[in-house]
């Protein structure tokens, strides 16, 4: 029996809703304390779903060459749900541009919910690198990651950070 609208597709958009309200928030409290917020939106190639997320971005030293970035993204698919909730670390290279570029890792914590068959979870770690503006109230950025777990994945995600 396939479910139009399960429990996971409630959860993920109330998930959504109160993250995207918490970061709009976080952003306007910690900008000057170095945190930038971020909207993202992008695709999930494994699952073939549209994806919706945000996140924090935080320097973790005062040359700005390490960030932390945990954060929230939730891809809809035709046939499944996926949310994950990750806590990123990048490093931005030392490269004489415009625009920023970094590598970086970190966990993953990875829900799929099916339309068939019963939701499950694991632990999984993020690969990723991006490009992103530099200076600016209002930064874009892309980043390409791939999630190694179970069932690994791989996203291409873009948005904005202010």
Known sequence: MKRSYGLMHRLAGTALALGAALILMAGARTASAGTDADLRGGYYFDS???????????????????YFNPNLEAAFGDHQTTVTVNGDLHYDLPIASRMSWWVGAGPALVVR??????????????????????????RPFAQFKAIVSDNSETALMGGVRF
């Open 48 to 66: 073939d779903a549209f994806a919706l997320g945000g996140g924090l971005l935080t320097s973790l030293d005062h040359g700005g060459s390490w």
């Open 113 to 138: 919910d099916p339309d068939v068959g019963s939701s499950n979870s694991n632990f999984g770690v993020n690969v990723l690198g991006g490009v992103g503006g530099r200076g600016g109230s209002v």
